[in-house]
C-alpha cells in the first residue's frame, strides 16, 4: 500500500488501522505527528460503525501556524479508509 499516493476522496480496502499509520509514519514531512482518534459523531453510511480519523499534521509554535498535510477515515467494520485532506 503506497498511503502517499492516495488522492483525496479515494476509497481503498485497508484491514486495520495500524497498517496506515505504519504507512504514514514512513513518508510523513519531518517533525509531523500521526494522529489516531475515534470520530465520535461521524458513523460510516452503509454500516452506521464509529469511524476513525487518521491525521498528519505538524503543531505550531510561536513563529509559525500548524499545518495539516493529511485526513484519513477509516471504518473498522467494513475495512474501508478514504482520504479526505
Not at 483525496?8 to 513518508?27: A, G, M, R, T, Y
Not at 500521526?34 to 454500516?47: A, L, N, R
Given at each position: ?8 476522496f479515494e476509497e481503498f ?73
Amino acid at each position: 500500500m503506497k498511503a502517499g499516493g492516495h488522492v483525496p476522496f479515494e476509497e481503498f480496502p485497508l484491514k486495520e488501522v495500524d497498517q496506515l499509520v505504519h504507512e504514514l509514519e514512513k513518508i510523513k514531512p519531518a517533525g509531523s505527528t500521526v494522529i489516531v482518534t475515534p470520530m465520535e459523531d461521524s458513523h460510516h453510511s452503509p454500516c452506521l460503525k464509529e469511524m476513525i480519523a487518521v491525521m498528519v499534521h505538524t503543531a505550531g509554535n510561536d513563529d509559525h501556524s500548524g499545518e495539516i498535510h493529511s485526513i484519513y477515515q477509516f471504518c473498522p467494520e467494513c475495512k474501508i479508509a478514504v482520504r479526505v485532506l
